[in-house]
């Protein structure tokens, strides 16, 4: 996207509703309260977070959105933010990874490697909350141009998706199949599966968390 493409979408998303599946998230974390908020953009999901004791590590690798983010917790204590890439960023201990319409942007080169990354960040008990790109949606079309918005998209398959979470406890997965149009006035079709997991209590050696090595 330009400059003002991105300006825009997050003058759009800056104060968004919290979507039902961080809610739900956040009441299945118990103590220590530290999250994650990957490619946090403008910041909303960082100030739920926040306005509910979590200490929060955002990162993202637009420079607007950090210095978005910068200048609207300057005041808070508990936010730390970072200009990084899923793969460059360094995953402290979390009881919450979110990852919300972000991992679609991760390399699928990368993507094993900072899969278990995610996985060993989170503490026993700890609660992955994110979503993942579906072959039908529009920016995983063959016609699709990713350079508009990003030079490489991740596409999964339902089944690759649910085989991320096999040491993973699933307490929520939907799919979501919509028509409309995106924050830029653009017609599109979504296809996205959104899971919220949870590591479990006493995690087996060795089970680090592998995602599929042939992601398309």
């Not at 990354?117 to 989170?122: H, N």
């Not at 579906?134 to 490489?152: K, L």
Request: with cysteine; hydrophobic share 40%.
């Amino acid at each position: 996207m330009s400059n003002a493409e991105i300006t825009k979408y997050f003058n759009a998303t800056e104060f968004r509703d919290i979507r039902d599946d961080l809610v739900f998230a956040v009441e299945n974390i118990s103590e220590p309260k530290i999250a994650i908020d990957c490619g946090c953009g403008a910041g909303a999901d960082i100030n739920y977070l926040a306005s509910n004791n979590f200490v929060v590590y955002g990162f993202d690798l637009e420079e607007e959105s950090i210095s978005r983010c910068k200048a609207r917790f300057k005041n808070i204590d508990n936010v730390f933010l970072s200009k990084s890439s899923f793969n460059s960023f360094s995953y402290p201990k979390a009881s919450l990874v979110a990852a919300d319409a972000s991992l679609f942007f991760c390399p699928s080169s990368e993507f094993p490697g900072v899969w278990e990354k995610i996985y060993g960040c989170l503490y026993p008990g700890g609660v992955f909350c994110g979503s993942f790109l579906g072959p039908e949606d529009t920016m995983a079309s063959p016609g699709y141009n990713p350079s508009v918005f990003w030079p490489e998209v991740a596409v999964f398959e339902e089944a690759e998706v649910r085989k991320l979470f096999e040491n993973y406890e699933t307490l929520r997965f939907n799919v979501h199949r919509t028509t409309g149009t995106t924050l830029l006035g653009t017609p599109h079709d979504w296809h996205i599966f959104s899971v919220v997991a949870q590591k479990p209590n006493t995690a087996v050696k060795g089970d680090a968390g592998k995602a599929p090595r042939d992601l398309p």
